[in-house]
Nanobody, 127 residues
Framework: VQLVESGGGLVQAGGSLTLSCVAS????????IGWFRQAPGKEREGVSV????????YYADSVKGRFSISSDNAKATVYLQMSSLNTMDTAVYYC?????????????????????WGQGTQVTVSS
């Protein structure tokens, strides 16, 4: 499985940005894609995850109400719409692929259950 992220960049606080993750190299419809982020000097954090089968999703508390995850199955693409961005959202954002599609809340806390990772895209929020 290969994943390619795009859409990162520099945005002012309060602004919005949409990240995309294109997945390829598989044929099953039963999978989940998650977004993680890692800021300098901090541990990797799960941001959001979505199941491709039924679109069940889950968000970290830090982004609930501000971020929205969605998928376009025909394009094998997952989007992360980010709004009301603040400087704490500055990080490298990674999308990751998992064959697990149950319990999205647990899955987001288990990066070891994700089999493939993208190269990451930088998001920088200026004050």
């Amino acid at each position: 499985v290969q994943l390619v992220e795009s859409g990162g960049g520099l945005v002012q606080a309060g602004g919005s940005l949409t990240l995309s993750c294109v997945a390829s190299g598989f044929t099953s419809d039963d999978y989940a894609i998650g977004w993680f982020r890692q800021a300098p000097g901090k541990e990797r954090e799960g941001v959001s995850v979505i199941s491709n089968m039924d679109a069940t999703s889950y968000y970290a508390d830090s982004v609930k109400g501000r971020f929205s995850i969605s998928s376009d199955n025909a394009k094998a693409t997952v989007y992360l719409q980010m709004s009301s961005l603040n400087t704490m959202d500055t990080a490298v954002y990674y999308c990751a692929f998992s064959w697990r599609t149950s319990n999205m809340e647990l899955l987001l806390t288990r990066p070891d259950l994700f089999a493939s990772w993208g190269q990451g895209t930088q998001v920088t929020v200026s004050s």
